[in-house]
């Protein structure tokens, strides 16, 4: 069965990383380091303000700026972009920054920072510890799809697809048309080559010869990208959750969904065991009542937090971020307990991407400044927007609409057989990228083989979102640079969730010290 694909439920909640999305307009690709290109010294000159960051409750100690870097690096002077920065200075002797991103694509850096940090700050010992909000996402000119009014429906027996494709297709474009109007101009610069030239940027504006990086899932393609890019540049860098440079979106969201359902499958395990499981005791049984509440809140939505329909692919959306982690599980079950006995959406909201209520904007009304926008004007349904925005603009396939409608039996197999639950939910966004320019072939053609320090990539066994194999893959490709550290155990990236890789991740970028190529770190090596 084909999901409701609607620019509210789709793009709405945050996917993961490897999901498939819109693709930008008119994608301008800029031009590579080793290309003649325009004066940018403007731009590198440029010192960052820091100033206490602003609301309420915040930690004394956290500090926000920004960096401004071109729209479009092939014509600086067509536009600017404000990027938000936030950091915790060192404590101790600083021998640089440490950049972090959080992945996504579409996660900003600085919510994260003001909510949890904790598990960073051994790293000011020695660093300032930064993190931003890329083009596009958060308060850097955060790009939208609207309010969500436009619905586009695809029927789950395939007769309106026979009967009339053309008509299906039509409403695609006409949703990518709504981001485009809802985004304003960054959309067309949006993307992961342009989102490595603005690290850049900040490396040399932070005053560092060389970046420290540590970035997670979705962040460890940025971080190979600018390894191409900028090795000359590179100083300490860490890859943990490791996304794949290679495979088609189709692809990678079989391999999303597949690891989803298993987390899945683990978590109903672990519920029934709970007498206060909303699905009972009987594991069978309880998987087939997670498929009929998400088949009964797309035919019947609830009111959701918002006072808009929280339908069956809105939970599937909020299920996906909380099986990231096995911490999660406890209150992912009083979650849904609340929404299958009281139709009360609030707490399985709390586990999807969110900001404001979604921006009631005219086409006049999107931002075209540059500068950053208010936290509250930050639209609700940015961070998976943004998600399909740089997907598509990092992704070179773009399949017609005959191949689309021709396979998508085919498609609709293969993907119910990865997961009942997430299947609908992944293809739904593969379709989505229909008709859009193809995306860069930078990151699929050029970034392997980099002549750059030695890098740590952390890879996660039992991880649902990327499979411990794109590890190896990446590694593989980056070339002789790239040292594996495999942990053995579960969830979504290691350094939050083992103490044995933050263990190793810190004294990597702390003392420069590697673990051999191959070694790993288990369960045992986490025991207290």
Known sequence: MLAKLSTQPMLRRCAVTGAAGLAVLGTALPTGPDSPEPDLTRFYGQKISWAKCPGEGLPKDLQCGKVTVPLDYAHPRAGTLDLALA????????????????????????????????????????????????????????????????NIEIPDDGTELGRDPQSVLKQLRKAADTCARHSGPVLPHIGTVNASRDMDVMRQALGDDKLNYLGFSYGTRLGAVYAAQFPEKVG?????????????LTEQGVAG??????????????????IACPFGQDVREARKQVVRLVDSLDADPVPSAFGEPFTGQDLVGALGQALYSEELWPSLERALASLVEDGDTHAIETFTGGGAAPARREETDAPHDGALVDEEDVPLDNMPAALMAINCADDPDRPTGRQIIGGLDRLRAEYDRASPVFGPYRLSGVLMCYGRPRGTDFIRDEVKDVATPKMLLVGTRGDPATPYRWTVETARRLGSSAVVLDNKGSGHTGYSSSKCVHGKVDSFLLYGTLPPDGSSCGPEDDER
């Open 257 to 274: 969904a597949r690891g989803q359902q298993k987390a899945l499958d683990e978590f109903i395990g672990w519920c029934v065991k709970d």
């Open 87 to 150: 950091r915790y200075r060192a404590t101790g002797d600083r021998r640089g920054s440490v950049l972090l991103n959080f992945g996504g694509p579409g996660v900003p850096g600085v919510p994260e920072f003001m909510t949890g940090a904790k598990d960073f700050m051994e790293l000011t010992d020695n660093y300032d510890i930064i993190t931003f909000d890329p083009r596009g996402v958060g308060r850097s000119s955060p790009v939208s799809c609207g309010d969500g009014q436009e």
């Open 236 to 248: 300490r860098l860490v890859l943990d959750g490791v996304d794949t440079l290679t495979e088609p």
